[in-house]
Nanobody, 126 residues
């Protein structure tokens, strides 16, 4: 199963982007979903996660107040709305899914998610 993430690009500091991710052929309402990012030379880090219904969300302190994760189960898509982007947000952003608890429990570590996409590059210039 390959998650499909899209929406990355090159923007200036202060701009906004919205990333999207879906799991073709799978019911997203049965998955907890997460976004992670990895900058060159750094470990993959947690950005945000959301439970099966979209009612519970978690974001990393580094993006709190700027990034919002949301889910539209009818469209089978999860989003990461990124506002007031900073150069330090530059990274490859990965979408991840976990269906092991039908989306009830929400992890925050890469090992908590079994499904991954290929990533989309976000570059923020100063």
């Amino acid at each position: 199963v390959q998650l499909q993430a899209s929406g990355g690009g090159l923007v200036q500091a202060g701009d906004s982007l919205r990333l999207s991710c879906s799991i073709p052929g799978h019911d997203l309402s049965k998955y907890a979903m997460g976004w992670f990012r990895q900058a060159p030379g750094k470990e993959r880090e947690f950005v945000a996660a959301i439970n099966w219904s979209g009612g519970d969300t978690y974001v990393a302190d580094s993006v709190k107040g700027r990034f919002i994760i949301s889910k539209d189960n009818a469209k089978n898509t999860v989003y990461l709305s990124m506002n007031r982007l900073k150069p330090e947000d530059t990274a490859v952003y990965y979408c991840a899914g976990d269906g092991s608890t039908s989306g009830i429990e929400v992890g925050r570590k890469p090992r908590d998610f079994g499904l991954w996409g290929r990533g989309t590059q976000v570059t923020v210039s100063s």
